[in-house]
Every structure is written in structure tokens, then in C-alpha cells.
């Protein structure tokens, strides 16, 4: 993954604001935020860990509207259909360290590859494999992952599968989406032919709304990555096994539509994607389901390892607490948590083979983790109204000399809320378990804090998290990780 996963994206903001004090007011600039403008930028998040370039699932819900209305299908289905398409990989950072551990890969390679596989093609199978496994490993490295793969067999592809299928259903719910959203999520990856996963669901057994988001995902692949004629080709050899034959007929009718495939090839496809909402469904996101989104995107971060489980979620808890120190306004406060759920969302594009190195980092796995935070920012920064959240959410890693990333910000243009993030976040990192060290008591963590009290860090942070620290250094996360970890040794000796 490189800097240029975005680069499809309107170009970021500048800094927006110096404050390196508190003051009243708020880091989101809108009152009113329309719920498909949210998904649209968090979506950006889900293509980074489906290893897809940004503006993927955007344009999959082009494709999937457009047949929505040829079809005919009612606002309710449409706007049912138009949820799902955005939030279809929701459920997709949950395999993913268990890919990078069975592929000995990173996990977006092996995902992007696979999109373009025809899995009933045993040749294609192979191939693909070979070349996915232990990459720049030795032909026995190569040949042990692959035994291993070969000896799961269908059960370990399935229960892959179904681990984000699941979760994605159920994230879909717990924001309270319609239930055939839900439905669609969970049968993304089921096929015409009954040999999908993760039930084996056949033809009319598979919801319509299900068999639009896969066909749709599959054709915005093949056509950016190969070109118009091959995706039609795709269309054609796949029809009848992979997807409906009635909705490849249909879209086979648009293979002239210049318009249409001018329109999927745009650079700004949020734009694009804005008229196909349906006016019942231009649903306003009010501050409460703001929260919710956020705390769901959180926990779609913190699934991606083990070693990360609950962190977003910790770090907003102490920002918190902090800013309560400071005696900050209601609004600001609530921005604070949200930039702390926020920050790291980034790290969706960045490898479990990195996030869960149980060494020290080379220089280009150092390289690849620092990108997580301007990844954070270039997602935020779509939705117009976290421009400025965008910035200081993303700046956790800055410090007061200047020798932070992702943009070396001096002193005087780090804001109060990026101040408050890096120490909340080196406290939660230092206080958990990570692959190479065990977490630090808070003695320890505190004669380091104090250490760059006033140098890297904010002098009246560090002073702020020490009057709040007792409720958070009482109880750890290290138990949760440890149960996490165990999880995933179970769920990958399962395979």
C-alpha cells in the first residue's frame, strides 16, 4: 500500500484552524449531515482494507443503482440496496489478520488478487495461489503454505467468508438498517451456481439485493482495472454460475450507455452517487447517530488484530476525560471522542503482517505504518463537514518539536484536540500489550510521559491526563487482547 491508494480523492484541506488552547465550539462545521454523505467518505476505510483502490464500493453502488432502476424496484428496495452497496466489506477487517497469517501475505494483495479470480476454474485457482503465498519466500515456504491452504479446503474458505459476512449483517443492523441491507451484506459472496459461501445459497434463494452488490463489485473491478470489454466479457463467461442471468442480460443492455461508463470512470464518484439516493432515504444524520457511526467505524479499526482490540475505543475514553480537565463546552467534548474513534482509521490500509510484526519494523514497514495517518485524513477529509476533525484526528502522532508525522506540523499549528490525542494515544499504546512487549504499569508509562512533557508533548496534556488517569489505569485492556489473540490461534487452527 502506498500514498497513491488515494490519489483518486479531491485533494485535502489545509490546516484550518491554530488553536493550541482550548476554546468553545466544535471540530464538525455542519448542522445538519446527511447519513449516505458519511458513508460515502467512511466507505473509503472499507476499499483501503479490501486492498481496492478509493471510490470502489462508490462506484459499485453506481453500477448497483443503475440496475436498481432498470429493474423498476421500489424506494424501499433502492435505498435498502444503496446502504448495502456502501457498507458490503464492513465486515471485512475481521479476516483480516487471519489471511495475512495463512497467506504469510499481506492481507490486501491477497484480497484485490482474489477479486479477480474465476474460484471454479481450478487452474485460475492455482495460479493464484502460488502466487499470493509467502511472496518472496522460498519454493518450501511457498509449498507449506499452500499444503496448509490445500488442507482446510472448502471448510476454510467458507468459514473465511463467513466471518465477514456475519459481522458486516450485523454492524448493518446494530446501525439499524433495513433488514434486507442486512441480508445483502450476508450473502455478498454467495453465487448463482450454489457454490458461494458462506451457506451455498442457489439462484432465488439468494436475495435479489445480494446478487445485485456482487455483480456490481465484480464489474467496477474488471472495468477499472482491465477496461470496458472485459468486464462485458466477465459478464458473459460468468452468466448463469457466478451471477443472475436476467441482471447480467440487463446491464449487458447499458454495454453502449457512454454516458454510464464515462460516469463510472469519474473522479469524484460521491458526486456521482448523490443523485441516485432516493429522497425518502436522504436520511439526516443527527448528532446521537453521528456517535454511533463513529463508535462502529471504531470497532471496524480495532477488528483488524488482536493487538489493536479496543484501542480506538480507549483513546477516545481518555480524550475524553482529558478535555473534561480542561473544562471544555459539550460540543467540543463530544468532537474530541469522535476524533479519538476516528484517528486511526487509517490503519485499515495498513498490513496485519506490519500491525502484528512480533519484531522491530524494517524501514519500509515503518514507512507503510506512518501512511495510516494521512490515510485517516483523506477519509475524513471527504465529508465536507469533518474538515477540520480531519486534520487534527490524523495529527495524534505530531509533536511540539515538529519531528511528528504524517506532516511534521510545528508547535503553533497543532491544535489543541491533536495535543490531547498524542498523549491519550501514547498512554493507551503504552498500557496494552503489543507483539513485542508486554504493557507498562503506569509508573512506567508516567516517567515517559514526563520525559517529553513540554518537548513532544503538550505540558498542560500530560498534566491533564495524569489528574484522570486513575479510572483507566484500574483495568487494562492486556485481558481482552490475550482472549483476542487466543481467538484467533482457535479460529486459525480451525482452517
Known sequence: M???ALCQIDALPGSTSDLTSPSPGALVSADEIRLSEILSALSLSLDLTQGQPAGHAMRSALIGMRLADVLGLSAIDRRAL????????????????KMAYLFGADEHHVKHEGKLVDWSRAGEKIKYVWRTCAPGGTVIDKLLRIGALAKSGPRGERMIVEVRCERGAAIARELEFPAATSEAIRALDELWNGKGHPRG????????????????QTVEIFFRTYGRQAALDM?????????????VDVLLLLKDDEAFWTELACDNPAAALARWETQDGRTIADDTYIDRVADTFASVVDAKSPWTYQHSSRVADVAEC????????????RDVRRAGLLHDIGKLGVSSLVLDKPGKLDDDEWIQLRLHALYSQQILAQLPAF????????????????????????????????????VADIYEALSANRPYRAGMPWEKIQTILREERGRGLDAECV????????????????????EQVDKLLREVAEI
Open 387 to 422: 474538515a477540520l476533525l480531519s486534520d487534527v484526528a490524523s495529527a495524534h502522532h505530531e509533536r511540539l518539536d515538529g519531528r511528528g508525522y504524517h506532516r511534521g506540523v510545528p508547535a503553533d499549528r497543532l491544535h489543541w484536540v491533536s495535543r490531547v490525542l498524542a
Open 82 to 97: 444503496f446502504y448495502a452497496i456502501l457498507l458490503k466489506d464492513v465486515g471485512c477487517s475481521r479476516n483480516a489478520a
Open 322 to 333: 482529558m478535555a473534561r480537565e480542561f473544562g471544555v463546552d459539550d460540543a467540543l467534548r
Open 2 to 4: 502506498t500514498d497513491s
Open 463 to 482: 498534566d491533564a491526563l495524569e489528574r484522570c488517569h486513575g479510572p483507566f489505569t484500574a483495568q487494562t485492556r492486556v485481558a481482552s487482547q490475550l
Open 201 to 216: 445459497l442457489k439462484r432465488e434463494q439468494i436475495p435479489l439485493l445480494a446478487r445485485i452488490c456482487n455483480l456490481a
Open 235 to 247: 459478464l458473459s463467461e460468468r452468466r448463469g454460475s457466478w451471477f443472475d442471468p436476467a441482471l
